[in-house]
């Protein structure tokens, strides 16, 4: 789907599916529409006035109030309809898990927990990596215990307790205890065309990488690498930032993987591709595709009561929590990629 921004009239996509990020929904005449398939056209694109310039004079640090403004002129939904008639369903659970991934579902196959979600089908599923036993494993644990499974939208932490919305219904959930297994997030890393379409993420990549034929990596993390082995893209990284792991580096110089480290990094479209240029290099490409380490999805996390904290040497907010996953400031547990762990 076509669809341009309010302020430049540019062009714009999602750069991942997950809902609730910027253009996975849009405003068309009026009506909040689901916007996840790749723009059909590229050309004419133009954006006379860069946004870095928030960054590189600190105008976000001095007048916070600025990322209102930006989101104003966004051409997504202002707001949601609340004349929707729900009825309402009040559940007791001992323990509730919010989220899935492996994760999550490994807690549902060792516990008598219920589980709610509005993705089963995470990118261990579209990674070719792991068409493996632990593939096979996942969808054993799905297929035994769907009925308790309910697939919907998290609400939060209410006084009543926590509501799960599944269609037109709402539901009440009271545990005991909860286990959070949100997972992460890739964030696009900071340069000049970070927002044009087709930069996308290691996570939206995987789901259409038919369409790519050539791509180049960013990032410092083992994810990066994996992307790398299944497009044969260059991987450009922050010079001064290796997060790799020795296994993954071996692996990249025994598969002939390219790492280059940059100090600067531009993208702009030309005749519906991206061109890409660092330091004194350059590369026409499909798609820009970042896999830095995850941020883990503190949304659900914070509404709960739960602390969390920032680790300036992975540049992450990472919920406070204890050897087992346990946060002690609220009382429930967090688990997998939301906790930080990034290797399946």
Known sequence: MEVRSKRHNRVRAPFDCERGLP??????NGKIVENCEPPTRLHGLSFPLSGMYLHRVKLLRTFPWLLEK???????????????????????????????????????????????????????FDDPLNQGELLGKVKDIIKQNEGRIIQGDFLGKFTEGFVV????????????????????????????????????????????????RRIVVLGSSDDAIKTSLI???????PRGVRLFSRRYLELAETRGVEIEEVDSLKVK???????????????????????????????????????????????????????DGYMRSCGHFVVGGARGIMDE
């Not at 253009?23 to 068309?28: A, I, K």
């Not at 497009?231 to 450009?236: C, P, T």
Request: proline share 6%; glycine share 8%.
């Open 23 to 28: 253009y996975t929904e849009v405003n068309v």
């Open 269 to 323: 479209p030309r005749d519906g591709k991206l061109f890409v240029e660092w330091n004194s290099s350059n590369l026409l490409v499909d798609a820009v595709v970042f896999a830095p380490v995850k941020q883990p999805r503190l949304e659900p996390i914070a509404n709960a009561g739960c602390e969390y904290r920032f680790y300036p040497n992975m540049g992450l907010y990472v919920p406070e929590h204890e050897m």
């Open 231 to 237: 497009s044969g893209g260059k991987i450009l990284t």
């Open 70 to 124: 930006v989101a104003e002129r966004m051409n997504v939904p202002e707001g949601y309809s609340t004349v929707e008639d729900y009825r309402v369903e009040r559940v007791s659970v001992d323990t509730l898990i919010v989220g899935s991934g492996l994760s999550g579902l490994t807690a549902l196959s060792k516990s008598k927990a219920m589980l709610v979600t509005n993705d089963l089908y995470t990118d261990l």
């Open 165 to 212: 919305r599944t269609g037109k219904k709402l539901v009440l959930v009271s545990p005991s205890r909860v286990i959070f297994a949100v997972g992460g997030r890739y964030l696009p890393p900071i340069f000049e065309g970070n927002d044009y379409p087709n930069v996308i993420s290691r996570r939206l990549y995987l789901k259409r990488r038919s369409a790519y």
